[in-house]
């Protein structure tokens, strides 16, 4: 568990906006479409580093995947 002494330590809950292919696979795979498993585990790393970078950019000290892997709340 990280702690501090110094400061609240600060997060987020909750869905982070998904690029457009990932918002696409996601809807698909949804509407029961055939979808590429590889392409949609790429995509989804690609997605979930993209947020965890902006986490650390932004000083979140405790990151999460911003519900990348959801088609809706």
């Known amino acids: 568990m990280i702690r501090s002494q110094a400061r609240i330590l600060t997060t987020?809950?909750?869905?982070?906006?998904?690029?457009?292919v990932l918002t696409d696979l996601l809807i698909r795979r949804e509407a029961?479409?055939?979808?590429?498993?590889g392409l949609l585990a790429g995509e989804m790393d690609r997605a979930v580093r993209a947020i965890i970078d902006a986490e650390v950019a932004a000083g979140i000290d405790i990151g999460n995947d911003g519900e990348q892997q959801r088609v809706a709340m």
């Open 32 to 37: 029961g479409e055939a979808i590429d498993a």
């Open 12 to 20: 987020h809950v909750g869905s982070l906006p998904r690029n457009g």
